[in-house]
């Protein structure tokens, strides 16, 4: 165990393995303090590590219910804590995470979509049209999600296809 001017920690630190039991683990010890301040409709928001815990498992069900869990999900638009959500509900949940940049044109995030094998992409508001008007041009379009505010907050939206 590492060491800073020969202290020691009074309690060693805890093994973490993976993204899953990371989260537990900050829930646990980190429990109502701030994890991220954000702003969010004009406004300046708080989210707590077990707020966020909660956000990430509730998000991760909705995948498995999708049956999207084990899949590639592509995740793009503005970063916020919604973002991450995403992210480790894509990870936790058995697949992968693909970031996509926000900036990129719609033909070249179709393309990314189309290499990465991707079954459903999440994002936020502010690259909607971008996205909506080019996922019609994906093959094998099956399902369209959107749903605003029961798992993730207000931001973020779901296009699955049926690769799945």
């Known amino acids: 165990m590492r060491t800073y001017n020969n202290l020691k920690p009074a309690v060693p630190p805890k093994e973490i393995t993976d993204f899953k039991q990371m989260l537990e683990t900050n829930s646990e010890v980190y429990n109502d303090r701030i994890q991220y301040i954000f702003k969010e409709d004009g ?4 989210l707590t590590f077990t707020e966020f815990g909660a956000k990430v498992k ?3 069900t909705f995948l ?3 049956g999207l869990n084990g899949k590639r999900i592509a995740i793009t638009g503005d970063t916020s804590p919604y973002w991450m959500v995403a992210f480790y509900a894509a990870v936790i949940s058995g697949g992968v995470a693909v970031p996509l940049d926000r900036e990129l044109d719609p033909d070249q995030m179709t393309e990314f979509i189309k290499i990465a094998e991707c079954s459903a992409i999440v994002y936020t508001a502010s690259v909607a049209d971008k996205v909506e008007g080019e996922i019609a041009n994906l093959p094998d379009l099956s399902n369209f999600f959107i749903n605003k505010s029961l798992y993730f907050g207000n931001i973020l939206y779901i296009i699955s296809t049926n690769r799945y």
């Open 64 to 66: 498995y219910e999708k």
């Open 43 to 46: 406004e300046m928001k708080e």
């Open 58 to 60: 509730a998000f991760t």
